[in-house]
């Protein structure tokens, strides 16, 4: 199986910072990441693809990158409702695993 | 807007057979991989199968000997069996739609609709 290794496991951040989350991959998955937003009690809410690809609809303050076995996701001017946790998944290999989580706290 | 539900029973006894069903309204039913997942403390999120109409359904190694994802096209359902259930299979389940995303020449395929989860637990 494909590890998705996901740091920092949690961070604490104010209204307005601007927050990075790596994800990195045990071996070259390409750009086959994608990104999910969880809030407590819901299930996860798709974010990106490729990589870097917004999903219709998510607001132009997040943003993905990498490829290969390295990949961020950065919110850019953080807003009261990112306050959540985040996962990156990757897609290149059955069984499709995910990171552990990034959980994004009010500082 | 895409709709999933999820139901079955909550509440297992160790050695007994998961059943979990997933209710897809609206959206095409064809053309998507039909997914099941589960999220727990110790485990994170694992990601169990999927299938896809007209192909076999693909497991993870972790559960494949216990599991089995089938579809009922024509009620636009998909289920989730999951045999010989342990007191570590004890999760909230969720069933979710694997669409297919193009970008630069490549097909992408995220889980962009999600059920509301079950939560399942195995006790004696």
């Known amino acids: 199986d494909i590890q998705m290794t996901q740091y920092p496991s949690s961070l604490s951040a104010s209204v307005g910072d601007r927050v990075t989350i790596t994800c990195r991959s045990s071996q070259n998955i390409g750009k086959f990441l994608n990104w999910y937003q969880q809030k407590p009690g819901k299930a996860p809410n798709f974010l990106v693809f490729a990589a870097s690809v917004l999903h219709t609809g998510v607001p132009q303050r997040f943003s993905g990158s990498g490829s290969g076995t390295e990949f961020t996701l950065t919110i850019s001017g953080l807003q009261p409702e990112d306050f959540a946790t985040y996962f990156c998944q990757q897609t290149h290999n059955v069984p499709h695993t995910f990171g552990q989580g990034t959980k994004v706290e009010v500082k | 807007q895409v709709h999933l539900h999820q139901w079955g029973a909550g509440l297992l006894k160790p050695s007994e057979t998961l059943s979990l069903s997933c209710n897809v309204s609206d959206g095409s039913f064809s053309g998507y991989y039909w997914t099941w997942l589960r999220q727990s403390s110790g485990r994170g999120l694992e990601w169990i199968g999927e299938i896809y109409h007209g192909r076999r359904a693909s497991y993870n190694p972790s559960v494949e000997s216990r599991v089995t994802i089938s579809q009922d096209k024509s009620k636009r359902r998909f289920f989730l069996e999951m045999r010989s259930v342990t007191a570590a299979d004890t999760a909230i389940y969720y069933c979710?739609?694997?669409?297919?995303?193009?970008?630069?020449?490549?097909?992408?395929?995220?889980?962009?609709?999600w059920g509301q989860g079950t939560p399942v637990t195995v006790s004696s």
């Open positions: 979710a739609r694997g669409g297919e995303y193009y970008n630069s020449g490549t097909y992408y395929k995220p889980l962009d609709y």
